[in-house]
């Protein structure tokens, strides 16, 4: 027990051992957030007797995830194995390539980096003969991508001005050549995961059974794609 709460001041503690339930702990930048819930599953694990395989840590970058493996690696040891750790967009790459069929999905998709990304977005305002001064790839594709991490699908997606209704022809093309290339762009993934909880209520369900306890370190809750992707997961516990 005193070894799991090693090094962590009052309010850490309190954290770390919050009942079950829905907890949101304010923490300004520099305040421990990923020491804290580094602890927190290694206090599940040790004290609750929580199984690591009904544990999901999600976290905001590769670099907070690298480092709460290395410190659950030497708390708890190999059951850091069992534990689902990562961030939302590895996460959801897991459970798309998992479960790829259930969304007429390759999955063997390959994932475009913000540099194939505009490549792509590029390659459509040419095709479609727009002014690249006009409609700079980097905004067209800002653009796009907001619509996407506010879940408004190509189909759905309302021009609010005359620039945007050129952005909604390159969005529908960019969207052909992903699927050309049988790629998925960084919000795709979040997208599809949401997609695939909606849509397929046995799948969400499984998932909902399999992950009992759900820590998120840095929340966006301005990126409503995230923030539907946790609903989909807890909704069963909170009825």
Not at 49 to 61: M, N
Not at 159 to 188: C, I, K, M, Q, S
Request: overall charge neutral; charged content about 30%; glycine content about 6%.
């Amino acid at each position: 027990m005193e070894r799991l709460l090693e090094g962590l001041n009052s309010a850490q503690v309190e954290a770390v051992q919050a009942p079950d339930g829905p907890v949101l702990v304010l923490a300004g930048p520099g305040s421990g957030k990923t020491r804290v819930l580094t602890h927190r599953v290694a206090y599940l694990i040790g004290e609750r007797g929580v199984s690591p395989y009904s544990i999901l840590a999600v976290t905001f970058t590769n670099k907070a995830a690298r480092e709460m493996i290395a410190r659950l690696n030497s708390l708890i040891g190999p059951d850091c194995q069992r534990l689902t750790i990562g961030t939302f967009h590895s996460v959801c790459v897991r459970i798309l390539r998992r479960e790829a069929s259930h969304l007429s999905l390759d999955s063997n998709f390959v994932i475009y980096d913000a540099d194939d990304q505009r490549r792509l977005v590029t390659q459509a305002i040419k095709e479609l003969n727009l002014d690249n001064k006009q409609y700079r790839p980097t905004a067209v594709h800002g653009a796009i991508s907001r619509a996407k991490n506010d879940l408004i699908r190509v189909d759905a997606y309302q021009p609010p001005t005359y620039w945007h209704e050129a952005v909604a022809r390159v969005y529908e093309r960019y969207e052909a050549l992903l699927g050309e290339h049988n790629a998925l762009d960084f919000d795709d993934l979040l997208i599809k995961a949401e997609e695939l909880f909606r849509e397929h209520d046995d799948v969400r369900q499984r998932y909902q059974r399999r992950y009992r306890h759900i820590l998120v370190d840095e929340f966006q809750d301005t990126n409503r794609a995230q923030y539907e992707l946790l609903k989909h997961l807890v909704d069963e516990r909170q009825g």
